[in-house]
């Protein structure tokens, strides 16, 4: 079984660009999240998304968006992009992200540089 | 509000050996779940072992296991037989239980050198 899939591996932007990620989970994995990791801030979790609809969201400005297709594949957006927003963004799914016990599993990341 | 203390910046073992890495975490949940996670310099994070609120017995997962002691809310990893490859991030995060939610905090991690 494929874990899941980021693309692309590496992205270099400068400001004031706009850039999409994308994530593909497990197969047969309906949630999927998006956690950013600095290393000033850590891990910090941006938002997620259920049956193609966001569940949660972080603390984090408007300029961060995403979204989520009917085959569970997930894209996040970021809109005039600052120096701040380099870091790696990490995309992860579990079957329903439902309850403590489900597991979380990550793909191996997407790291942004904004020049 | 929930959190998760990882008190070691970075640790030294030496190959074959056992080492834990400490977790202290904080939440007024009951039901929450713990796991820890390897992220190798390839960024990739990899899922070592879960542990439940309610779980009564520690959990193991081949050379790993998880030292959980609920009263005080600790739940330290124990790496036993350290290998080579075992060098790298280790990171202690927390998902709390009551909401449907992949939302997870944290730690701030702990570095692992694995020397010969």
């Known amino acids: 079984k494929a874990g899941v899939t980021q693309t692309p591996r590496y992205l270099i932007k400068t400001r004031g660009q706009q850039v999409t990620l994308s994530c593909s989970p497990i197969?047969?994995?309906?949630?999927v999240s998006w956690y950013q990791q600095t290393p000033g801030q850590g891990l910090q979790f941006l938002f997620e998304?259920?049956?193609?609809?966001?569940?949660n969201k972080g603390n984090f400005p408007g300029r961060f968006s995403g979204r989520q297709f009917s085959n569970s594949r997930s894209e996040m957006n970021v809109s005039t992009l600052e120096l701040g927003d380099s870091a790696l963004y990490l995309c992860?799914?579990?079957?329903?992200?439902?309850?403590?016990?489900?597991?979380?599993?990550f793909g191996s990341g997407t790291q942004l540089s904004v020049l | 509000a929930q959190k998760i203390t990882q008190t070691q910046p970075g640790m030294f073992v030496q190959e074959k050996e056992a080492v834990t890495l400490d977790c202290t975490y904080d939440?007024?949940?009951?039901?929450?779940?713990l796991f820890w996670y390897k992220q190798p310099s390839s960024g990739e994070m990899i899922f070592l072992i879960y542990?439940?609120?309610?779980?009564?017995q520690n959990a193991t997962e081949g050379r790993y296991s998880l030292n959980f002691q609920k009263a005080r809310k600790s739940a330290n990893l124990v790496i036993s037989a350290s290998q080579l490859g075992d060098s790298a991030m280790y990171f202690c995060?927390?998902?709390?239980?009551?909401?449907?939610?992949?939302?997870?905090?944290f730690g701030t991690g702990t570095r692992l050198q694995v020397f010969p």
């Open positions: 992860a799914s579990s079957l329903n992200g439902q309850g403590e016990e489900e597991k979380l599993f």
């Open positions: 197969s047969g994995h309906r949630s």
């Open positions: 998304y259920f049956s193609e609809t966001q569940r």
């Open positions: 939440t007024s949940d009951p039901s929450y779940g």
């Open positions: 542990q439940g609120s309610y779980d009564q």
């Open positions: 995060a927390m998902r709390e239980g009551q909401e449907n939610t992949d939302k997870l905090i």
